[in-house]
């Protein structure tokens, strides 16, 4: 059977990052016999509690992007953003494209998330290394008038879906996952709420997280929902989602519980 061959540009896996794995998973299940993937892993890949699927070929990092001998693929999460400063993505993964460019390589965008630039610098950094994508899948109509906005042509653009959409529970775990809630004290016969909360920007700014534990103090006080935190992102540290838990947390005056860490 004759492979094709590309590189799926470092954009998540790896990370730490439940919601990046899953649009991985899902998109590796779309790709049909006879394409292999070179597949970057980041340094948390080694916490990963779930399996990376044959016959693709993870490599570190470093090795992964500097000088690509195959195509490239950028596959899911949100590469073009600036509400987290200029840092990640654009100075991260743009410098990623733009070796595909030196090579006369081609890059195709599938189901990513655009957002609109709005800064000088965030417009010049895309400018820099997105403009030579050879075509974009995006999410939303919102994205394809991101691309628009910033130059991308409408014929290399196709509004999709985001690739987790595709995912289909396991249920297998159910009694693990009935196990899990009953050991966190949580009565699966009454009304559950489960809240993933992040820290984007200011993760000091506390006037969101004292409205946000309002209304979770009220729906407990006056609905009777149970609340729980699960945490997307599972790095540790005050700047990731276990850290926006434990502000909000501390801010309720009514009680919830915390369920624990996995990357799965």
Request: glycine content about 8%.
């Amino acid at each position: 059977m004759t492979r094709a061959r590309y590189i799926q540009i470092s954009n998540g896996v790896g990370s730490g990052n439940i919601g990046d794995e899953l649009m991985a998973q899902e998109f590796w299940k779309l790709l049909p016999a006879g394409v292999v993937l070179d597949v970057p892993l980041l340094p948390d890949a080694s916490r990963y509690r779930g399996t990376y699927p044959k016959p693709h070929r993870y490599v570190q990092l470093a090795a992964s992007t500097s000088r690509p001998d195959f195509p490239g693929l950028l596959v899911g999460d949100t590469p073009v953003a600036e509400f987290e400063g200029l840092g990640y993505p654009l100075g991260t993964v743009g410098p990623f494209l733009s070796a595909f460019e030196s090579r006369s390589l081609p890059v195709d965008a599938i189901a990513v998330g655009v957002d609109r630039l709005h800064t000088v610098e965030g417009r010049r950094l895309f400018a820099k290394h997105y403009a030579a994508i050879r075509s974009w899948t995006v999410r939303s109509s919102a994205c394809r008038e991101a691309l628009l906005d910033l130059g991308v042509t409408e014929a290399r653009i196709r509004v999709a879906a985001d690739l987790a959409w595709l995912f289909v529970p396991n249920h297998e775990t159910d009694q693990w996952a009935f196990d899990q809630w009953t050991e966190l004290g949580i009565d699966l016969a009454q009304p559950l709420l489960v809240v993933n909360v992040v820290h984007h920007g200011n993760s000091t700014d506390q006037s969101q997280k004292r409205t946000m534990a309002e209304a979770l103090d009220r729906l407990a006080r006056d609905r009777g929902y149970q609340v729980a935190f699960l945490s997307n992102e599972t790095r540790l540290g005050p700047h990731f989602d276990t850290g926006a838990v434990a502000d909000l947390r501390v801010l309720m005056e009514q009680s919830s519980v915390e369920v624990p860490v996995a990357y799965y």
